[in-house]
């Protein structure tokens, strides 16, 4: 490898392969301070998509670390869960996170460290051997349990996970990757930066995501691979509609010359799809995937993409569809997705219940419906209804509902998705009052920001007399995403 080729652009700044291998031994020389080995400690850190993002990353697990990435969209209450939950021991964050991380570690028993410390201390001149099968990272994900739970992979995991994609997709050292997908889940640790620093690729990072600076560096004609969730697509057409002729026609040629172009996390509309290809020549290769598992499904990279549909097992992925008691469904029969192969992830974090009942007979259970069409998969919603996707990000309804309980206002709510052009689904809750009081939208979100994600948070409010509920007295969810339609 030639340690001088660009692996990081940001903020402006190009960094070697070289200074990113020095900059993780720093990281690593000062998180063992002395030991030789951090033995599966979970680092939580708090970092913006950058340089310093990566160089933490890798020092963690170059000092035999698990690593935790929080997310900055993430208010307090949120952040204290996943600390207190992974058990961290070191806490690490930006000199701007001081004042909320540092309390918030120190209340878990966390030690908390700046990335500036970490970065400025002597680099370690030994560090410890990993062994594959150890654990490397954890990722929070909101599921069929009220918490979000931790999804532990190891190393082979990660490798094998980001194996089938550097192969299925061709990476290269030639690519330039533009990434503006947020850190703290596996479309952009994996299938953006991981895959791109495995073929010492650049990765060049933008800290959030906005429409113009994408379509500019678009233009500037140096970007090869782009990979996004589709309310990005949505957002970058919306502002290549709202842009003039001129720029229009720079974004678009600029666009054309990408080598690839790809979306996941959540249905792509097949309306976005021709809209893109319209302004850009690109038909986006669409890809299906999960935290606990990496990517298992996708379009060819050559030959023909499906629109509305997510391809073929990745290499080195097994992929079946089964009915509700495990048995492969006949060929074109609809069936639960389940996965099997060495990306699949080790557990979910000290919840031993939860990790086995996601398997069945060694497959991994997605919870997502499937059946194959013309040698494709085509995904058919969910199994749990208390699951939505917006934005890319899974929620849990469950688990706004049991934080919007807390509200003095409130007696009982139910929360779904709606479907939404821009956001795939939007978060909607129907809510029973407790007796003289009122509650508007505007003021549920007001209390909602301080404790739930931006996208956890409602965008849409109804207010009931009563729920509606079956005869056993559990909450219809049809019939509460019946009162938003009306
Ligand atoms: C934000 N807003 C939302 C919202 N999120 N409104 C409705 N639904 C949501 N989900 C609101 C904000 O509060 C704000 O409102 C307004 O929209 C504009 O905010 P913003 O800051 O511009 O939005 P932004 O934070 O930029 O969010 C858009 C986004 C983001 C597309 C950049 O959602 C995103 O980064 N998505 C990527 C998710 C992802 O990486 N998923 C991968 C999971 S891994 P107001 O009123 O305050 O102005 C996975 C596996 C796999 O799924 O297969 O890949
Ligand atoms: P997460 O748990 O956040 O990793 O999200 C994984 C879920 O996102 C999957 O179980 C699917 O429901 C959904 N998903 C990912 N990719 C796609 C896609 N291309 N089309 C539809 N849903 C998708």
Same mark, same amino acid.
């Given at each position: 490898m030639?340690?001088?080729?660009?692996?990081?652009?940001?903020?402006?700044?190009?960094?070697s392969y070289a200074e990113l291998d020095a900059a993780s031994r720093r990281v690593a020389g000062a998180l063992l301070s002395g030991r030789d080995d951090l033995g599966q400690a979970r680092v939580a850190f708090l970092v913006r998509p950058g340089f310093e993002y990566v160089a933490v990353q890798r020092g963690i697990w170059r000092a035999g670390g698990v690593a935790v990435p929080l997310a900055a969209s993430h208010p307090p209450p949120e952040l204290a869960y996943v600390v207190r939950d992974a058990g961290a021991a070191v806490v690490a964050g930006e000199p701007a996170t001081v004042s909320t991380l540092e309390p918030i570690a120190k209340a878990a028993g966390a030690s908390f460290a700046t990335t500036d410390r970490l970065l400025s201390h002597a680099a370690e001149?030994?560090?410890?051997?990993?062994?594959?099968t150890r654990p490397a990272m954890i990722i929070y994900t909101s599921g069929t349990t009220a918490r979000p739970k931790g999804v532990v992979t190891t190393h082979a995991n990660i490798g094998a996970q980001i194996a089938a994609l550097v192969e299925a997709w061709e990476w290269s050292p030639a690519d330039r990757l533009l990434l503006a997908l !947020?850190?703290?889940?596996?479309?952009?640790?994996?299938?953006?930066?991981?895959?791109?620093?495995?073929?010492?690729?650049?990765?060049?990072?933008l800290s959030s995501f906005d429409a113009a600076v994408v379509w500019n560096r678009?233009?500037?004609?140096?970007?090869?691979?782009?990979?996004?969730? !589709?309310?990005?697509?949505?957002?970058?057409?919306?502002?290549?509609?709202?842009?003039?002729?001129?720029?229009?026609?720079?974004?678009?040629?600029?666009?054309?010359?990408?080598?690839?172009?790809m979306s996941g996390s959540a249905a792509l509309p097949v309306q976005t799809l021709e809209?893109?290809?319209?302004?850009?020549?690109?038909?986006?290769?669409?890809?299906?995937?999960?935290?606990?598992?990496g990517m298992a499904l996708s379009n060819p990279l %050559?030959?023909?993409?499906?629109?509305?549909?997510?391809?073929?097992?990745?290499?080195?992925?097994?992929?079946?569809?089964?009915?509700?008691?495990?048995?492969?469904?006949? !060929?074109?029969?609809?069936?639960?997705?389940?996965?099997r192969g060495p990306g699949v992830f080790l557990e979910y974090w000290q919840r031993p219940d939860e990790t086995r009942s996601a398997f069945r007979d060694g497959w991994?259970?997605?919870?997502?419906?499937?059946?194959?069409?013309?040698?494709?998969?085509?995904?058919?919603?969910?199994?749990?209804?208390?699951?939505?996707?917006?934005?890319?990000?899974?929620?849990?309804?469950?688990?706004?509902?049991?934080?919007? %309980?807390?509200?003095?206002?409130?007696?009982?709510?139910?929360?779904?998705?709606?479907?939404?052009?821009?956001?795939?689904?939007?978060?909607?809750?129907?809510?029973?009052?407790?007796?003289?009081?009122?509650?508007?939208?505007?003021?549920?979100?007001?209390?909602?920001?301080?404790?739930?994600?931006?996208?956890?948070?409602?965008?849409?409010?109804?207010?009931?007399n009563a729920l509606p509920r079956n005869a056993m007295g559990k909450v219809v969810k049809p019939e509460v995403a019946a009162l938003f339609r009306e």
């Open positions: 030639n340690a001088n080729r660009v692996a990081i652009v940001s903020e402006g700044r190009s960094y001149p030994s560090l410890p051997h990993l062994g594959a !947020p850190l703290h889940h596996v479309h952009g640790i994996i299938n953006g930066l991981g895959s791109a620093l495995a073929v010492t690729a650049t990765c060049e990072m678009f233009a500037s004609g140096e970007v090869t691979v782009f990979t996004a969730v !589709p309310t990005m697509y949505r957002r970058l057409i919306s502002a290549w509609e709202a842009a003039s002729a001129a720029e229009q026609q720079v974004w678009s040629e600029g666009a054309r010359g990408l080598r690839l172009m809209r893109w290809r319209d302004i850009t020549g690109h038909t986006l290769l669409e890809r299906y995937g999960m935290t606990e598992i %050559r030959g023909e993409r499906r629109p509305g549909t997510v391809g073929m097992p990745l290499p080195g992925v097994e992929v079946r569809l089964v009915d509700e008691s495990g048995v492969p469904v006949a !060929p074109g029969g609809t069936g639960e997705v389940e996965v991994f259970r997605t919870g997502d419906m499937a059946v194959v069409e013309h040698g494709s998969y085509r995904l058919l919603g969910r199994t749990a209804v208390d699951i939505i996707k917006t934005g890319g990000f899974k929620v849990s309804a469950l688990e706004i509902e049991e934080v919007l %309980r807390e509200h003095p206002a409130i007696a009982e709510c139910a929360v779904i998705g709606i479907a939404d052009q821009e956001w795939g689904e939007r978060v909607a809750t129907a809510l029973e009052l407790a007796s003289g009081e009122t509650l508007s939208l505007d003021a549920l979100q007001e209390w909602a920001k301080a404790r739930l994600a931006p996208y956890k948070v409602p965008r849409a409010l109804v207010t009931v």
